[in-house]
């Protein structure tokens, strides 16, 4: 059965960094982190490419940093200068090994505030 669970959100002050963490369960492989606003859609933030390299969004590049920890199936992403601007919802997204289903996270809230 395939489970993925995000942990790390919270509140933070601008400037300030939090690091999340999606980890996985089953026949899965994370593809990638989402977030998603308050009226708004669901955008991709970073994510890891069939190459094996990485991409993120404009908005967060340089601040945030995606990586993977193979021996404990976990996604983390680090993000660092934070802005209110990045406040939202962030999902972590994977798909099934063998059948391409995606699958997603319940969702961590980051709410940068001062």
């Known amino acids: 059965q395939v489970q993925l669970v995000e942990s790390g959100g919270g509140l933070v002050q601008p400037g300030g960094s939090l690091r999340l963490s999606c980890a996985a369960s089953?026949?899965?492989?994370?593809m990638g982190w989402y977030r998603q606003a308050p009226g708004k859609e669901r955008e991709l933030v970073a994510g890891f490419t069939s190459g094996g390299g990485t991409n993120y969004a404009s908005s967060v590049k340089g601040r945030f940093t995606i990586s993977r920890d193979n021996a404990k199936n976990t996604v983390y992403l680090q993000m660092n200068s934070l802005k209110p601007e990045d406040t939202a919802v962030y999902y972590c997204n994977g798909q099934h090994l063998l059948t391409r289903v995606n699958y997603w996270g319940q969702g961590t809230q980051v709410t940068v505030s001062s």
């Open positions: 089953g026949m899965v492989y994370v």
